[in-house]
């Protein structure tokens, strides 16, 4: 997968500096720094799958815009994520779990944009992110009976970092995709955006024994961002 992503950023690479040399004597690019922030919703694709809940969590960073050409850019950002996911149990029982995973995000995305004071926009291409902490909460009734709950139930991604056959992968890659609008004023612009976060690799290192359970433990997140740039030229 890692020519798979090396592949994907050269293709977006392209696609844009191409056309800027074709029209560099019609358009003058253009370069926005920003920062903004929003709200995400986050869980694992396990399979075999696990009955699970999404994890509401916060993402932030800095962003990188350049417009190479009319309708067409790049978009480049560096963020701190909170993911994980909480686990689903019968509403009758007194257990209570979820996961925390906290990653560094840098998007590298082709950003095609429509209109003049308001535009909208629309933000795709792969991302890589570095997992920067994990941590677990339960509840005390669950935290009694962990042991016989994983001897009974093979889902044992609850206190999966004191197995050694589960290891979480420090490196995470996938696709985000965004829509938006972005309103452009005499102090800046400002996006605001949906996005989704696909993700390709797993969070669970892989490996072949008969104790490893989970063929794929992939992340899928949602978000809301809003983002104020300024121009720099």
């Known amino acids: 997968m890692r020519y798979f992503f090396t592949l994907i950023v050269t293709a ?9 040399y ?11 720094l920003g920062a ?3 709200a995400l919703f986050s869980k694992i694709d396990f399979v075999p799958s696990v009955p699970l809940a999404y994890k509401q969590g916060v993402f932030g960073g800095i962003s990188a ?29 007194e257990f209570s779990y979820n996961r925390s995973l906290n990653y560094v995000e840098m998007p590298f995305m082709t950003h095609i944009y429509g209109g003049k004071k308001t535009r ?19 509840s005390q009734a669950l935290s009694d009976n962990v042991d016989t709950r994983r001897a009974e139930n093979p889902e044992r991604q609850i206190g999966m970092q004191y197995e050694g056959v589960y290891e979480l992968k420090r490196v995470d890659y996938g696709i985000v995709a965004a829509i938006g609008m972005e309103l452009k004023t005499g102090i800046g612009d400002f996006d ?8 390709l690799g797993d969070i669970f290192t892989s490996r072949r024994s008969e104790d490893a359970y989970f ?9 809301v961002k809003l983002t104020y740039y300024v121009r720099m030229f």
């Open 215 to 223: 063929s794929r433990s992939a992340a899928r997140v949602i978000g």
């Open 192 to 199: 605001l955006e949906g996005r989704y976060y696909f993700g």
């Open 120 to 138: 909208f926009i629309v933000n795709v291409g792969p991302q890589i992110s570095l997992l920067v902490g994990d941590s677990e909460e339960m």
């Open 65 to 93: 815009k350049y417009i190479s050409e009319k309708n067409l850019g790049l978009l480049v950002e560096l963020n701190y994520t909170q993911r994980g996911w909480k686990e689903e149990f019968d509403a009758s029982s």
């Open 36 to 38: 903004g922030g929003g």
């Open 22 to 32: 074709a029209q560099k004597e019609t358009f003058k690019g253009e370069l926005y």
């Open 12 to 20: 977006l690479l392209l696609s844009f500096i191409s056309p800027l």
